[in-house]
């Protein structure tokens, strides 16, 4: 397949795999770079910029294939030492980066002149020009169907990403809610140049998840999501779980609650301890509605190309139908 995401990137699918706390390490994003997409490495999954350093040195021993690292930049009473993990990744080699969260406008300059190619994810039309005003080359663009933080604008992918792109000069990729080649060729359909995916590639062989938590991704529904932090206007979307319906409760009683009523209950190591020990009622464990679309467990390779095989059909397909 051919785009101005994968001449971009130096990769052969226009598929990238999201940036996922807990989740973006060495095993994971090798695998899928291996399988011809770009695979990414979360740098704040990593404890100190020096782990960071060695996550990409030990990432960069199973494969020599391109991959990026995301960073996450959020607003914190404590903030980590953004400034250090962005030296880490320039010193690395590494020629990719993803950037989310708030403006990385104050970031950009040091890594471009460091020829570093910049992806920036938002969730709304308005930051997505402004990330191209502040010089990134690619914009991702996450749709309310998306794990993790869909913003507040509750604007599903099926306008947001046509929305995007025909106003954008630089390529949009589209994310949230895509898991298989029909997604994948919507995207295309509506103006993508590639898709990003959290979800699907946590219910593969490679991702660094308790089986447990894998499955009851597989037997969820589109149903089996919930949305958390609405009333302080941080929304996140996570897996229905014990512990969501705990904090979305807090929410709704009478008087409303603070993050402090909230904290224990969504504190990051009860989530990551989730993941490893596959106990998915213990903590918060992020999904997207397009679990509802996950049927098995396959590698990461299986899945791209199946991936890629079926979008092929379905254009296919489609072209047909105006024969």
């Known amino acids: ?6 001449e971009i990137l130096g990769i052969r699918y226009p598929i990238i795999q999201g940036g996922m706390q807990w989740v973006g390490v060495a095993e ?9 997409g770009l695979g990414i490495l979360t740098a704040l999954t990593q404890p ?3 782990d960071l350093a060695r996550e990409i040195a030990r990432a960069k021993t199973m494969t020599d294939r391109p991959i990026g690292v995301n960073l996450t930049i959020l607003p914190s009473v404590k903030p980590p030492p953004y400034a250090e993990y962005l030296d880490a990744i320039v010193a690395s080699g590494v020629r990719i980066v993803e950037t989310a969260g708030n403006s990385p406008k104050e970031f950009i300059g040091r890594f471009k002149a460091a020829g570093l190619t910049v992806i920036h994810k938002c969730t709304t039309v308005r930051h997505a020009i402004s990330a191209e005003k502040a010089g990134v080359y690619i914009v991702s663009i996450d749709g309310l169907e998306c794990a993790g ?17 025909r106003v954008l000069k630089i390529p949009v990729v589209a994310s949230g809610g895509i898991a298989d080649g029909r997604g994948f060729a919507g995207a295309l359909a509506l103006g993508a140049e ?14 660094p998840i308790h089986h447990d938590i894998k499955q009851a991704l597989v037997n969820g ?15 996140a979307r996570v897996f229905n779980n014990a512990i969501a319906r705990e904090v979305r409760a807090t929410e ?8 402090e009523d909230i904290r224990p209950l969504v504190v990051g190591s ?8 596959g106990q998915v009622d213990d903590g918060i464990v992020t999904a997207g509605q397009c679990i509802g679309l996950i049927d098995d467990i396959p590698t990461c390779a299986e899945l791209i190309e199946r991936m890629v095989a079926e979008c092929r059909e379905r254009l296919a397909a489609a072209s047909r139908s105006f024969a």
């Open 1 to 6: 397949m051919k785009t101005r995401v994968t």
């Open 28 to 36: 994971l994003a090798s695998a899928v770079s291996n399988a011809g």
């Open 48 to 50: 100190t910029p020096e």
């Open 149 to 165: 933080h869909p913003g507040e604008d509750d604007v599903g992918g099926l306008v947001l990403i046509p929305a995007a792109a």
């Open 194 to 207: 590639g898709v990003n995916m959290g979800t699907r590639f946590c219910g593969t062989q490679e991702a």
């Open 221 to 235: 529904t589109e149903r089996d999501t919930a949305l958390i932090f609405r009333t302080l206007k941080n929304t």
């Open 252 to 259: 709704n009683r009478p008087g409303g609650c603070t993050f």
């Open 270 to 277: 009860r989530g990551r301890q989730a993941l490893k020990s």
